[in-house]
T-cell receptor
Framework: NAGVTQTPKFQVLKTGQSMTLQCAQD?????MSWYRQDPGMGLRLIHY???????DQGEVPNGYNVSRSTTEDFPLRLLSAAPSQTSVYFC?????????????FGSGTRLTVV | EDQVTQSPEALRLQEGESSSLNCSYT??????LFWYRQDPGKGPEFLFT???AGEEKEKERLKATLTKKESFLHITAPKPEDSATYLC??????????FGAGTQVVVTP
């Protein structure tokens, strides 16, 4: 049981490049979310999904796209990277969003845009 | 607008010196309040979920409590391995989690 797996762990991009951050979970969780974490600002929600085929925007969605074609996978796409997107990105999943087990987080992707 | 404020930003404790962290919130229709622990370079690790005022949860040296406006995380007789950043998050009726900025706790021997 791997939990939430994020790849890659580290990435350096040049301004304007695009890339996809991968997130996969093997717990049959319906809810999946992407957060970014910046010093002093806590975790901010980018996009989230309450099930396959359903996605919605969070607090800071601009510059990012998501899709949810399967229950297991929830990739995050950076369309045209900007230095302001330098951050640590976390994917999280939950059975139903309010279960007593909370959300399970991945180990993060540290992204630097130069 | 939903808001979560954690205090203090940082806390330095001697081993065995008990203390409390505060999480104050304003949210419409609270579905749950979550506490997480985060170690450097790692993802947040789930600790507790609280659903209603008056509820308490305990795990080893940690105890979380909830009122209508705030939650406390009490650390009793902390050890150096309790050093971490503790995050509070609330979930409103819309389903999204809103996080506070966290409290960084350092416990020295």
């Amino acid at each position: 049981n791997a939990g939430v797996t994020q790849t890659p762990k580290f990435q350096v991009l040049k301004t304007g490049q695009s890339m996809t951050l991968q997130c996969a979970q093997d717990m049959n969780h319906e809810y999946m979310s992407w957060y970014r974490q910046d010093p002093g600002m806590g975790l901010r929600l980018i996009h989230y999904s309450v099930g396959a085929g359903i996605t919605d925007q969070g607090e800071v969605p601009n510059g990012y796209n998501v899709s949810r074609s399967t229950t297991e996978d929830f990739p995050l796409r950076l369309l045209s990277a900007a230095p302001s997107q330098t951050s640590v990105y976390f994917c999280a999943s939950s059975y139903d969003g309010v279960s007593s087990d909370g959300y399970t987080f991945g180990s993060g992707t540290r992204l630097t845009v130069v | 607008e939903d808001q979560v404020t954690q205090s203090p930003e940082a806390l330095r404790l001697q081993e065995g010196e008990s203390s409390s962290l505060n999480c104050s919130y304003t949210v419409s229709g609270l579905r749950g309040l979550f506490w997480y622990r985060q170690d450097p370079g790692k993802g947040p690790e789930f600790l507790f979920t609280l659903y209603s005022a008056g509820e308490e949860k305990e795990k080893e040296r940690l105890k979380a409590t909830l009122t209508k406006k705030e939650s406390f995380l009490h650390i009793t007789a902390p050890k150096p391995e309790d050093s971490a950043t503790y995050l509070c998050a609330v979930q409103a009726s819309g389903g999204k989690l809103q996080f506070g900025a966290g409290t960084q706790v350092v416990v020295t021997p």
